[in-house]
């Protein structure tokens, strides 16, 4: 298992999968309560199972998805063109 993080710190590359049982979780950016987390700092919420992830995809705890979203293989072929499914090295 390869863990890749995002290459750039201002923009985040994730599969839009949740880790649990593969729904699409909801990107909420807003910082506001929600009904599913009072203190919600903005992220990605599963509706499916509840599950919840950071800006950055961490997973929080106590939900059912027991791992991060993932960051696929990707590089920047320029500074316009995301390259993803391969990685720097030009492996997949």
């Not at 990605?44 to 919840?52: D, G, M, N, T």
């Not at 950055?56 to 320029?78: C, E, M, T, W």
Request: with cysteine; hydrophobic share 35%.
């Amino acid at each position: 298992l390869i863990e890749r993080s995002s290459i750039k710190p201002d923009i985040s590359v994730l599969v839009g999968l949740c880790t649990h049982l593969g729904c699409s979780p909801e990107m909420v950016a807003e910082i506001r309560p929600e009904p599913y987390d009072p203190q919600w700092k903005g992220g990605y919420f599963c509706p499916c199972h509840k599950s919840r992830f950071d800006m950055s995809g961490r997973v929080f705890k106590d939900v059912p998805a027991p791992i991060n979203l993932k960051v696929p293989a990707h590089h920047y072929q320029d500074d316009n063109t995301i390259i993803i499914g391969v990685d720097p090295q030009g492996a997949a």
